[in-house]
């Protein structure tokens, strides 16, 4: 028989998870673990709802910029006019998971450690820089969001460990971030490439720090370190512009399915970076 | 293991109930409660059709577990009407035939309700946008997006 316990503090949700031994699960929105659950795909002996933690679910300014409770949901995201100002990427890959009804409950910490590679949310987190806190039962540590996704459907997560929340850091004054996906639809589907650039600008309009990160073209979302070099230093003009497409390609590592080929992920994932670095850029501008 | 026991508010009454873990609310709303308004599509969120709102919130009932609600308020499809009154949504939807089967109607509802209290003069593009969760296999989805456009014009100049 499945248990069902909604804990309202961290320290309560620790010792949750860990009995019965082994299974206990997190739900926050449910928007996968209950598909899974149903499907037969996951078995799970306990289920702890993390949403009545009140750090779960807030969402405030902080060091400049936001702390972002794990289980708060993407519709909750969307409608926070400050944080869209100043992460405009980040917002937008969150409020494109799924549709109306799974923007209500989706949440960052479930977009992370449900670890799909494709998931949306994920190089938006880590081109911004994002780090989270995880609690466990041997206390807490905070970590780049690049380090949590080990694998499709794994993480660096212990028994007993899960994501409290995220602290977006200050935006540059003269940054911008930029998500953009490829999807062979306009709505409700899953990224065949997901690309996320964010960058900083200097009063002469010189790049001066880059982060580029991929989704949906290997195993794990990935910060591609030689795509951002690329773009420091420049003006961000087609030549500089060329060089991070050429080095965001030669990070993909995609599979090959009927979505896409590792061809078509691969050129895709160049021909989007372009795009989103020339949004990121067209924000970093207008900050000023 | 025992029952959860569950206070809730549905419609706007006070409502309790038993559920184990695995019922979602879509199972207590139509096994449960007789509350049959709300349909289960495909189970997994992709349909629409049991769309709900928890706490004010669009959600699809398949993908919450009963277990979840306990304190929260809920609205469903039963709950649109004023007695005897249709809304607004409902009259123009019977009037302009926005609908074959039925199946995909009261998801869609509830969806166009829940985007029409944060905006009454929402585009096109908004609101296909908006009800992109809810899947409609009859109508090619025209009549209702014109349904919706008219239903928020009377809503306008009520």
């Known amino acids: ?288 | 293991m025992s029952k959860h026991h569950i206070s809730t508010t549905i419609n706007g009454e006070p409502v309790e109930f038993l559920c184990d873990t695995a019922q979602t609310l879509l199972d207590v709303l139509r096994d449960e409660l007789g509350l049959t308004g709300s349909k289960e599509g495909c189970g997994s969120g992709d349909c629409g059709a049991c769309s709900v709102r928890v706490e004010g919130r669009l959600v699809c009932a398949c993908l919450v577990l009963a277990a979840e609600v306990d304190g929260c308020e809920v609205e469903t499809i039963e709950g649109v009407a004023q007695g005897n009154v249709l809304h607004p949504l409902q009259q123009v939807f019977l009037d302009e035939a926005a609908l074959q089967c039925g199946i995909c109607t009261p998801g869609i509802i509830v969806a166009a309700k829940a985007l029409l209290e944060k905006n009454l003069d929402p585009t096109e593009e908004e609101i296909r946008f908006w009800l992109a969760g809810n899947l409609c296999r009859c109508t090619g989805y025209d009549k209702i997006v014109r349904a919706v456009q008219k239903a928020a014009s009377v809503m306008r100049s009520a």
């Open chain 1, 1 to 288: 028989m499945l248990t069902y316990n909604k804990p309202t503090t961290v320290d309560e949700a620790i010792v949750l998870l860990q009995q019965p031994q082994p299974a206990a699960r997190v739900l926050a929105g449910g928007t996968d673990l209950l598909v899974q659950l149903r499907s037969g795909r996951l078995a799970a002996q306990g289920l702890v709802d993390l949403k009545r933690i009140p750090e779960l679910r807030a969402l405030r300014a902080e060091q400049g910029g936001f702390r972002i409770g794990a289980a708060v949901s993407g519709a909750e995201l969307g409608e926070h006019a400050a944080l869209k100002a100043m992460w405009p990427g980040v917002v937008e890959a969150a409020n494109l998971i799924g549709s109306t009804q799974i923007q209500g409950r989706a949440s960052l910490g479930g977009n992370l450690c449900n670890a799909s590679p494709a998931a949306d949310s994920v190089p938006a987190l880590i081109a911004a820089g994002a780090r989270c806190t995880i609690a466990g039962p041997s206390g807490r540590r905070e970590v780049p969001v690049e380090t949590v996704v080990t694998g499709p459907g794994k993480t660096s997560l212990a028994p007993g460990e899960f994501v409290v929340d995220f602290l977006l850091p200050a935006q540059a004054p003269r940054g911008g971030d930029a998500y953009l996906r490829f999807i062979p639809r306009t709505e409700m589907d899953i990224a065949v490439v997901g690309v996320s650039v964010n960058l900083t600008l200097d009063d002469a309009g010189l790049c001066t720090a880059a982060r580029l990160a991929v989704g949906a073209v290997a195993p794990t979302a990935r910060l591609v370190e030689a795509a951002g070099t690329s773009l420091v230093g420049t003006a961000v003009d087609e030549a500089a512009l060329a060089a991070m497409m050429a080095a965001v390609r030669a990070a993909c590592a995609p599979i090959n399915d009927k979505r896409g080929t590792i061809e078509f992920r691969t050129h895709v994932a160049g021909v989007l970076a372009g795009r989103a670095a020339r949004i990121a850029l067209d924000r970093a501008r207008m900050r000023t």
